[in-house]
């Protein structure tokens, strides 16, 4: 699996016509569950590591910048570790949020062109 989303249900019916997997979540608690999920294959509910044929995994990881903000410590731990998968964050179904910056604002930020 290259890619998996995590975020609204309405946008996991729609990553999945085209042919992305995905988790609905609604708030912060199952958005962690889902977040340990992918990227540490963890299970919640025995509170242990899946077995390593059952833990999926994915090279990116979509997250709804609402769901980005519920697991934000855990997203920022996971990207200074070096790991895969690469989280990517997307607006969700309300729009981009006040005071997020877009790609390109980072793009532009982290070569320092612009074009």
Known sequence: MDFFFIGEPE???AFRFVGVK???VVNAEGARVQFRRITEGWDETTGMALPRGRAERCR???LTQE?????DDLVVNWQL?????LIVE???TMGRQP?????????REAIGVRV
């Open 11 to 13: 946008l996991v019916t």
């Open 22 to 24: 995905g988790a609905g």
């Open 60 to 62: 990116v990881l979509i």
């Open 67 to 71: 769901v980005a903000e519920w697991v």
């Open 81 to 85: 570790s070096g790991s895969y998968p």
């Open 90 to 92: 997307i607006p969700g």
């Open 99 to 107: 005071g997020r910056k877009t790609l390109m604002d980072s793009i």
